[in-house]
């Protein structure tokens, strides 16, 4: 009989988030709504007058925040009910009504930033003198200034603003399509029992000791999304284009530029991390080698590459027993990480397994003023243990933040946004690996490292190197029609797996399931982070005490400065591509031990 997903309502209470932290009813969510409404107006009265005295601006930056404090909230509330069934058509109303209200924010609050940079330094001074409340801000301003050169007037920030939800259509899009529209075939699974693919079940599926199932799960997977092809590419042509009118009009050279300038890096992290990858491609291919010698297949094709290389020693990690070993992981980090982590799982900070319409894959989001939530579609594996406490990385560094700083310096930059997470993966590997005496159970958690370090440091390089390509393609006036992008990935991909590996033709396919090409270069971010993390989770288990402390500082400093000097604090420098270097130079290795150990 086939397995069908649960409906929402069928999920046990328990196992879902509880929105009501954020706001206990509807109607209080609609009082800020009114909120809103209000601010803004207040804000917007000040339009043309905001530095005419340091009153002026001391009123709008404080009303401002507040506002910006409140819609966020209220967004990612709406955010959450969406995302726990998209087929919701009355959350998906209030989602459409918040996004269109965040926009129109946007519109009436876009002249603040070009009338505060149409002040000189010396009138923003003796505002300060003024109004002493104004040194609170310093950081702040600081940040606007330096974007000087990037920002319009204020009646175009006032139109860039208004395109806000225009420019968000080419991924709500791709979400809709992907997470409502597409429906998989059936595939039998090992025991013969009809089952349904879905996005939440592929890489469970793939990880199947019995190639039959992975080989079927692989090419009716695939096939599904070779049907819209042509559509995905027009909807990836458009989000680039839209990228490339706001580039273009802010004064940047590229798109690539934009996007890292914005979280205050340099592009020449982007492109060493791509640099130092490719000039390690080889310890990849030794990868690839062994994983074939292990499989003890004649060809290794792409839908080989989750099974575990070890075989009979995959193990069900319920989500209850993945909460304990979670916990015991993180005892390293001392019990008030640990208490918070408690908290979460006693007080349903977390929406653990899939249902119909749910949102796929996994994350963690937080609102200034609540607790962070985590969206899982858990599935007993152990790589569904590893997400779960990746997501509370994500959780715990909002956690500290948002406890250490005020509102406008709690959002920490998302070049850093992957550091906490990522380090509390290898936390749980190097506690699992400690405490595991028996000689294929280790030699299974070094193949789970191997992957790790595959899938985050290799294959998010092999994304982020797509993504530039395509780009600077698209800049050129080339066309990123269905053809080209699948010739361009399959190319990529060829060169990243080497000649022990057979790309499949299907894998040409793939850039059409991956949705963080959509969030505007995003994904670099994984591999620099695991490579930072890779580090400051060595440093921990070397140090201890000093390196928490340190870490905590770290977690708990916003975006109080910029993201590479922040990182400083817990001792890694990514102006250079010596931590990318290094925990290369670690993957090769495990790739050392894992050979001795067969």
């Known amino acids: 009989m086939a397995e069908e997903l649960?409906?929402?309502?069928?999920?046990?209470?328990?196992?879902?988030?509880?929105?009501?932290?954020?706001?206990?009813?509807?109607?209080?969510?609609?009082?800020?709504?009114?909120?809103?409404n209000e601010l803004t107006e207040k804000v917007a009265q000040y339009e043309g007058k905001c530095c005419a005295s340091a009153k002026n601006l001391l009123t709008v930056l404080d009303t401002g925040a507040e506002l910006m404090e409140t819609?966020?909230?209220?967004?990612?509330?709406?955010?959450?009910?969406?995302?726990?069934?998209?087929?919701?058509?009355?959350?998906?109303?209030?989602?459409?009504?918040?996004?269109?209200?965040?926009?129109?924010?946007?519109?009436?609050?876009?002249?603040?930033?070009?009338?505060?940079?149409?002040c000189d330094d010396a009138k923003i001074e003796k505002f300060v003198k003024e109004e002493k409340k104004l040194a609170f801000y310093d950081k702040y301003i600081k940040e606007v200034r330096r974007l000087k050169d990037h920002t319009l007037s204020a009646e175009l920030e006032k139109v860039v603003a208004m395109t806000g939800e225009m420019a968000a259509t080419p991924g709500e899009i791709y979400e809709a399509f992907t997470n409502v529209d597409i429906e998989f075939p059936y595939i039998k699974d090992a025991n013969g029992e009809k089952v349904r693919i879905t996005d939440g079940r592929f890489v469970h599926l793939l990880e199947s000791a019995d190639r039959r199932v992975?080989?079927?799960?692989?090419?009716?997977?695939?096939?599904?999304?070779?049907?819209?092809?042509?559509?995905?590419?027009?909807?990836?042509?458009?989000?680039?284009?839209?990228?490339?009118?706001?580039?273009?009009?802010?004064?940047y050279p590229s798109n690539l530029v934009a996007?890292?300038?914005?979280?205050?890096?340099?592009?020449?992290?982007?492109?060493?991390?791509?640099?130092?990858?490719?000039?390690?491609?080889?310890?990849?291919?030794?990868?690839?080698?062994?994983?074939?010698?292990?499989?003890?297949?004649?060809?290794?094709?792409?839908?080989?590459?989750?099974?575990?290389?070890?075989?009979?020693?995959?193990?069900?990690?319920?989500?209850?027993?993945a909460q304990k070993t979670v916990l015991k992981a993180l005892k390293v980090l001392g019990t008030d990480y640990?208490?918070?982590?408690?908290?979460?799982?006693?007080n349903r900070w977390c929406d653990v397994y899939e249902n119909k319409g749910k949102r796929g894959g996994a994350y963690s989001d937080c609102a200034y003023g609540t607790h962070p939530y985590m969206l899982l579609n858990y599935n007993n594996s152990l790589d569904a243990m590893f997400t779960l406490i990746h997501e509370m990385g994500h959780s715990m560094h909002s956690?500290?933040?948002?406890?250490?700083?005020?509102?406008?310096?709690?959002?920490?930059?998302?070049f850093v946004a992957e550091v906490a997470s990522t380090c509390n993966e290898i936390l749980l590997l190097e506690y699992l690996l400690k405490n595991t005496t028996d000689k294929k159970r280790r030699?299974?958690?070094?193949?789970?490292?191997?992957?790790?370090?595959?899938?985050?440091?290799?294959?998010?390089?092999?994304?982020?190197?797509?993504?530039?390509?395509?780009?600077?393609?698209?800049?050129?006036?080339?066309?990123?029609?269905?053809?080209n992008l699948c010739k361009l990935y399959k190319e990529i991909n060829e060169k990243y797996y080497g000649k022990d590996m057979i790309s499949d033709e299907e894998i040409s396919w793939e850039w059409a399931r991956i949705p963080h090409f959509y969030y505007n270069f995003y994904v670099y971010q994984y591999a620099t982070s695991f490579c930072a993390a890779v580090a400051i989770a060595k440093r921990i288990l070397k140090e201890g005490e000093p390196a928490v402390k340190a870490y905590k500082e770290f977690l708990s400093s916003?975006?109080?400065?910029?993201?590479?000097?922040?990182?400083?604090i817990a001792g890694v420098d990514l102006t250079t591509a010596a931590p990318i270097d290094a925990a290369l130079e670690t993957f090769g290795e495990i790739i050392d031990e894992l050979e001795a150990l067969i």
Not at 558 to 568: F, S
């Open 558 to 568: 916003g975006c109080t400065d910029a993201p590479v000097e922040l990182l400083k």
């Open 214 to 251: 992975r080989r079927d799960t692989f090419k009716n997977y695939y096939k599904t999304y070779k049907q819209y092809l042509n559509t995905l590419a027009a909807t990836y042509s458009a989000e680039v284009k839209t990228r490339m009118f706001k580039s273009k009009l802010r004064n």
């Open 71 to 118: 819609v966020e909230k209220a967004y990612r509330y709406t955010a959450r009910l969406f995302d726990e069934d998209q087929g919701n058509s009355k959350h998906l109303s209030m989602n459409q009504k918040m996004m269109s209200l965040w926009v129109e924010v946007s519109g009436k609050t876009a002249f603040i930033d070009p009338e505060i940079l149409a």
């Open 338 to 346: 640990t208490d918070v982590v408690k908290e979460a799982f006693k």
């Open 443 to 483: 030699a299974y958690l070094l193949n789970h490292y191997l992957d790790s370090f595959k899938g985050t440091v290799f294959r998010q390089t092999q994304f982020a190197e797509f993504e530039m390509i395509t780009n600077e393609m698209q800049e050129k006036g080339e066309s990123l029609n269905a053809e």
């Open 6 to 36: 649960k409906s929402r309502s069928e999920v046990e209470k328990k196992y879902t988030w509880n929105v009501k932290d954020m706001y206990k009813t509807e109607a209080d969510w609609k009082k800020d709504v009114e909120k809103i």
């Open 399 to 414: 956690w500290y933040s948002n406890n250490a700083q005020p509102f406008i310096y709690s959002e920490y930059k998302i």
């Open 259 to 321: 996007a890292v300038d914005e979280n205050n890096v340099s592009p020449e992290v982007y492109k060493n991390l791509v640099d130092s990858v490719n000039k390690n491609l080889s310890k990849l291919h030794r990868y690839v080698a062994l994983r074939k010698k292990c499989l003890k297949v004649k060809d290794l094709h792409m839908y080989d590459i989750y099974t575990p290389m070890i075989p009979d020693a995959a193990v069900e990690v319920p989500y209850e027993e």
